[in-house]
């Protein structure tokens, strides 16, 4: 595909769009569930919504919609980054299968990096198949005694003749049930400097071996799980990089996790504030028997709180135009990236006062069904200040690398 004009590009790709699915119905905030941040999914729910997302995928990159910015050897078009940000905007104004986060973490994080790392042979066979979904992959990153302190892993791979034999235990991870690969990193050298003795290997997920257990949210649910590697052996050909590399590996992943971060959060706190309006239009001044906690005081009514959640959006949204511009430029963005990640931190925290301070006592019962639609939401956004990178390693980032603050001291 030859590098159109913006407008044809999207009449073509408005078209297709239209052929595939119908016009997303309108948002109605008061009536619509917000999202979770966290999902609960039964795995049976997860499978059926993985299998409805994976063959919307596959159709997209036959079409030559589902790799834009990609050379034609992966059956992409080689377009600019902007032509990815044009055509996101049209899926969302059409009803297409619910994309979980395992999707952008194949597409957007493992793909590039198994491109970029990769032998020929897993070049070949891994990167249009993560492309088009016919294979998903999670990451096995976070373990119970390193989880910031990612290079602090202790899940080893021992040297087996001409393989590897992989023991250890990895946590957190999103999409275990559901993914066929995993992205492992693992310790090949325990006598070597942490940071040097990593590698990186490609696991199925479905080897001997390999055990996923869910972890059960407050939710009630299970969006994580732990991934237990009990003796899982594997080729060399599994390995991706170079032995004791896989630092270099790893952070080729967390670069592009932050860069996926920034938009987090903006969809609920336009419900939120959606809610916060129509309250105020039917004269309500405060909430009943909002607890006050997080300096949100329902007593005090919650103009003050619907404000500042609409300044903080307005914020949000700057950021994640900064960190496009400078990917549409072909330019690699730096600390705005975590600056984007705590932001989108900051809006859940400040969408959870909002409604707190709106709704009050209703959040506590299923019986007001419009409050309730909150509580995945109300439970779920904490946990976003530790996942994706916690916010003191954010804070960590920026202090050192934009203000340039003395480096933290580290043992």
Not at 51 to 79: C, F, N, V
Not at 91 to 113: G, K, M
Not at 358 to 371: F, I
Request: glycine fraction near 10%.
């Amino acid at each position: 595909m030859s590098e159109p004009g913006h407008e044809e590009f999207l009449a073509r790709a408005r078209a297709w769009l239209a052929d595939v699915a119908p016009p997303r119905p309108g948002l109605d905030p008061m009536l619509s569930r917000p999202e979770a941040i966290f999902e609960s999914w039964t795995e049976a729910e997860e499978r059926e919504i993985t299998a409805r997302g994976r063959a919307y995928e596959a159709r997209k990159h036959d079409a030559g919609w589902g790799a834009l910015t990609w050379p034609s050897e992966y059956g992409g078009s080689a377009l600019p980054y902007a032509y990815e940000l044009l055509f996101r905007g049209l899926e969302a104004e059409f009803d297409l299968p619910r994309r979980t986060e395992l999707f952008a973490v194949t597409q957007q994080l493992i793909a590039p990096t198994v491109e970029q790392w990769g032998t020929p042979e897993q070049r070949r066979d891994l990167v249009v198949a993560l492309l088009r979904t016919d294979l998903l992959a999670c990451q096995l990153f976070s373990e119970p005694g390193a989880g910031s302190d990612l290079a602090s892993v202790r899940t080893a791979a021992v040297r087996d003749g001409a393989g590897w034999v992989l023991r250890g235990q990895k946590v957190w991870t999103s999409g275990a049930r559901v993914a066929d690969l995993g992205v492992a990193l693992c310790r090949t050298d325990p006598e070597a400097p942490k940071h040097a003795g990593l590698t990186m290997f490609v696991v199925p997920m479905d080897a001997p071996g390999l055990e996923v257990r869910p972890i059960r949210q407050m939710t009630g649910g299970h969006s994580f799980n732990e991934v237990f590697l009990d003796d899982v052996r594997l080729g060399d050909d599994a390995r991706l990089g170079p032995v004791g590399a896989g630092w270099k590996v790893a952070l080729t992943v967390l670069a592009s996790e932050r860069l996926d971060s920034g938009s987090l959060g903006l969809d609920n706190a336009d419900h939120a504030i959606a809610l916060a309006l129509r309250l105020l239009a039917d004269g309500a001044d405060g909430a009943d028997g909002a607890d006050g906690a997080d300096g949100a005081d329902g007593a005090d009514g919650f103009e003050d709180e619907a404000a500042d959640l609409i300044a903080q959006a307005y914020v949000q949204r700057l950021v994640g135009m900064q960190v496009a511009a400078a990917l549409v430029s072909g330019a690699t963005p730096g600390p705005e990236a975590s600056l984007g990640k705590l932001l989108a931190t900051d809006t859940m925290r400040r969408t959870t006062r909002l409604v707190r301070a709106a709704a009050g006592s209703r959040l506590r019962s299923d019986a007001d069904a419009e409050a309730w639609r909150w509580h995945e939401h109300l439970l779920g956004a904490p946990g976003y200040r530790i996942a994706g990178g916690t916010d003191e390693i954010q804070h960590n980032i920026i202090a050192e690398r934009v203000l340039g603050l003395p480096r933290e001291v580290r043992g």
